[in-house]
């Protein structure tokens, strides 16, 4: 059997002495996409720091991390680099730096990867079009602040893609998204799932989830308390705590979502 496209063995994060993740271990195969779910304060991000080698100031973190080979989740460094995953922030306003265009950041990584300068620039504005921007070659010379939201969070999707590494951590993706810009991102990366990639799906929106992932890690209070294929998950919720998020979560939309897991499964 070949080695997971994510590995994770008992990683724990810890601030002041008071630990916030406890000891965490899951891992995730190639091309399986999983969604880590949760309330605010449940670990999530926390988890997506480590994971990304993007750990907070004031943050301890112990445990063992592996893309292939292991690195230290208190480490830091580029996504491209020790953490082996890229990530896609909830603000993305925080992840694109105002000052530089939008196209200029994107090139780096590909410049990084040896492309010239005008291979870089094709490989851009197929990745923009690739997360869904309708005229990406117009994006490029353009700076955050003459972007939309969704626009944003496209560019930061392209931006993950750029590193080329094998896994993608969305970290609640669409949640400053209206409902139109939520669905087009989701497409995104719905379509980069389907190319046979890996995803981790950090969100609390289980409708979500359940439309873009085939498996679900849940998150209460640092612990994952729940580890299922989705269409179980969302039929037949075993933890308390699940139970209670699909049932804050049921409607028309999530039982079509159960349907299309439970089929796919």
Known sequence: MPAPALSVKNLVLSHAGRQLVHPLTFSIQWAESVALLGASGSGKSLTASALTGTVPEGITASGEISFGTAFRPGDRGSAEGIAGAALVSQDPQTSLNPLV??????????????????????????????????????????YTGELSGGQLQRVCIA???????????????????????????????????????????????????AALCSRALVMEGGHVVEDAPMAELLLNPRHPYTRRLVHAASGAALLKAAARTSVAA
């Open 159 to 209: 931006l993950a893609l750029a590193c080329r590494t094998e896994v993608l951590v969305a970290d609640e993706p669409t949640t400053a998204l209206d409902a139109v810009t939520r669905h087009t991102v989701l497409a995104s990366l719905h379509s980069w799932v389907s190319e046979g990639r890996t995803l981790l799906f950090i969100t609390h929106d289980l409708a979500a989830a």
């Open 101 to 142: 265009p939008v196209g200029k950041q994107l090139l780096i990584p590909h410049r990084r990867a040896g492309f010239s300068r005008t291979e870089a620039r094709r490989e851009a504005v197929l990745l923009l079009a690739q997360a869904g921007i309708e005229d990406p070659a117009a994006i490029l010379p353009r």
